[in-house]
């Protein structure tokens, strides 16, 4: 005896055809929305129909109506339907990330210098930052929230591996026509109690010139347009770094900080089995850094 459920050849697009049908209620409505013709439509639910060995509609003559068979195939429709979206966005997704590695960072500088590094030999790949804490940049990286990690230390732990990327020395912006501006070196006692307009975005930096200078007052800009148009208009001192400048010192008089308080050595991450791309480009970093020690 032929068993009508031997070798189905139903496929995606007759379960739309399905689901459509019952959401606009007749044939004419659902071929509008899926820009098919009629007849095809037609044809193509009776070959439906006919796979699955069991009639789907009740036809009065042009109308059409899901029988009980129908309503049940349609619940399972709805069901694969919503798996094949799932599926399509999650294959998206990785497909996007193939090309996408997301890096957590202490602070701002090492990430434009790890991007420019990564345009220069991997034009095609993306860089979705986060600033954060040094210790969740190391839980997350272990963890594999995040593909690279912009850290303030190596990282001793198995399959970690870690090379330098760059060092920043952070000194003080002071206006003219501030009182320290004539002196040609800083110290804390010099600084702790002065008004600071400072970059909110600094990463570990805040807390570092809160916990050297814990008598001054920062004033924090969370837009960076915003934060570069007032530091030459403030009066106010500031800090900017020799790794990526983030004022016009064009504007006040740049004066060094102490060692203790001002430098930062970072260092880049990656997971041995993290993603190809992030050894990759991890691989480049420490190719280069070795080229500049040579």
Same mark, same amino acid.
């Given at each position: 005896?032929?068993?009508?459920?031997?070798?189905?050849?139903?496929?995606?697009?007759?379960?739309?055809?399905?689901?459509?049908?019952?959401?606009?209620?007749?044939?004419?409505?659902?071929?509008?929305?899926?820009?098919?013709?009629?007849?095809?439509?037609?044809?193509?639910?009776?070959?439906?129909?006919?796979?699955?060995?069991?009639?789907?509609? /009740?036809?009065? $003559?042009?109308?059409?109506? =899901?029988?009980?068979?129908?309503?049940?195939? *349609? !619940?399972? %429709?709805?069901?694969? @339907?919503?798996?094949?979206?799932?599926?399509?966005?999650?294959?998206?997704?990785?497909?996007?990330?193939?090309?996408?590695?997301?890096?957590?960072?202490?602070?701002?500088?090492?990430?434009?210098?790890?991007?420019?590094?990564?345009?220069?030999?991997?034009?095609?790949?993306?860089?979705?930052?986060?600033?954060?804490?040094?210790?969740?940049?190391?839980?997350?990286?272990?963890?594999?929230?995040?593909?690279?990690?912009?850290?303030?230390?190596?990282?001793?732990?198995?399959?970690?591996?870690?090379?330098?990327?760059?060092?920043?020395?952070?000194?003080?912006?002071?206006?003219?026509?501030?009182?320290?501006?004539?002196?040609?070196?800083?110290?804390?006692? /010099?600084?702790? $109690?002065?008004?600071?307009? =400072?970059?909110?975005?600094?990463?570990?930096? *805040? !807390?570092? %010139?809160?916990?050297? @200078?814990?008598?001054?007052?920062?004033?924090?800009?969370?837009?960076?347009?915003?934060?570069?148009?007032?530091?030459?208009?403030?009066?106010?001192?500031?800090?900017?770094?020799?790794?990526?400048?983030?004022?016009?010192?064009?504007?006040?008089?740049?004066?060094?900080?102490?060692?203790?308080?001002?430098?930062?050595?970072?260092?880049?991450?990656?997971?041995?089995?993290?993603?190809?791309?992030?050894?990759?480009?991890?691989?480049?970093?420490?190719?280069?850094?070795?080229?500049?020690?040579?």
């Amino acid at each position: 005896m032929h068993n009508p459920h031997k070798d189905w050849a139903m496929n995606f697009e007759q379960l739309r055809q399905l689901e459509a049908v019952a959401e606009f209620g007749t044939v004419s409505a659902a071929a509008d929305e899926l820009i098919m013709s009629q007849s095809a439509l037609s044809r193509s639910l009776a070959r439906l129909e006919k796979d699955l060995g069991i009639a789907l509609f /009740d036809r009065h $003559g042009r109308s059409i109506s =899901l029988n009980r068979a129908g309503a049940t195939a *349609l !619940e399972y %429709v709805h069901s694969i @339907l919503r798996e094949e979206r799932l599926m399509r966005a999650a294959l998206n997704e990785l497909a996007n990330r193939a090309q996408t590695l997301t890096v957590g960072t202490v602070a701002p500088a090492p990430l434009w210098r790890l991007t420019a590094l990564a345009v220069e030999r991997f034009p095609g790949l993306l860089l979705s930052s986060q600033t954060i804490g040094q210790s969740d940049v190391e839980r997350r990286l272990i963890s594999a929230e995040i593909d690279l990690a912009i850290s303030l230390q190596p990282l001793h732990y198995p399959a970690i591996n870690s090379v330098p990327l760059m060092s920043e020395q952070l000194s003080v912006l002071v206006p003219e026509s501030h009182r320290l501006a004539a002196q040609k070196t800083l110290t804390r006692d /010099d600084l702790d $109690g002065e008004t600071f307009l =400072l970059y909110a975005g600094v990463g570990f930096w *805040l !807390e570092r %010139v809160q916990m050297a @200078l814990p008598h001054s007052t920062l004033i924090l800009q969370e837009d960076f347009s915003v934060f570069q148009q007032l530091v030459p208009t403030s009066g106010l001192l500031s800090f900017t770094t020799d790794a990526v400048f983030l004022t016009d010192t064009t504007s006040g008089v740049v004066l060094p900080l102490p060692d203790e308080i001002s430098r930062a050595t970072y260092h880049l991450l990656v997971r041995g089995d993290g993603p190809r791309e992030a050894v990759r480009l991890f691989e480049w970093v420490a190719a280069q850094s070795e080229s500049r020690h040579n």
